[in-house]
């Protein structure tokens, strides 16, 4: 069954600055850049033995690639938070790993100019394997400090439920 657009008439498509992301039921403050979602396929060839000059392609394993989370260091704890069940040094034999809850549920919301929810994905069973507390400190420079969390997880997919939003129009006087 096709699906028909609410907003037949829009011709720009999304832009790629306004977004959320949010685990444990809260968006976490401050994420200023998400890594793309990307996965692949790999291809499997294979011949039949009465056709040696041809051969066949068939899908293979799916591989689902990290997501770097890039944000302004403050004093939010969230990133060090989950980057700590992972591994958190010093914590004492058999409890540097937190079994229990280390792997998240991620959702990336992305909105379009007016605000509105227009796309939603569902990221399943993300952990931290990578932690960037802060980054090269150089006094000569003039950026903000970010840190970095990169996410390896078992897929994603598009959360279909959102629809697509009536969006504003303002009147004429």
Known sequence: MAQFSVNAQRFDPY???????????????????????????????????????????????????????????????????????????????????????????????????AGQLVLSYKVYRAWVSEYQAIPDLDANANAVAIQTLKLEHEGWERDYEVPEPAEPQFSEP
């Open 15 to 113: 832009k790629n600055f306004k977004f959320r992301v949010k685990w444990d039921g809260r968006y976490v403050a401050g994420v200023s850049k998400v890594g793309a979602l990307k996965r692949t396929t790999e291809v499997v060839e294979h011949r039949e033995g009465g056709d040696p000059s041809t051969s066949r392609k068939s899908p293979g394993r799916t591989k689902y690639e990290a997501i770097t989370l890039e944000r302004g260091v403050t004093h939010d704890t969230e990133f060090e938070s989950w980057a700590n069940k992972v591994w958190n040094f010093g914590s004492g034999l058999g409890a540097e790993v937190s079994l229990k809850d280390f792997r998240k549920d991620v959702l990336i919301d992305v909105f379009n100019e």
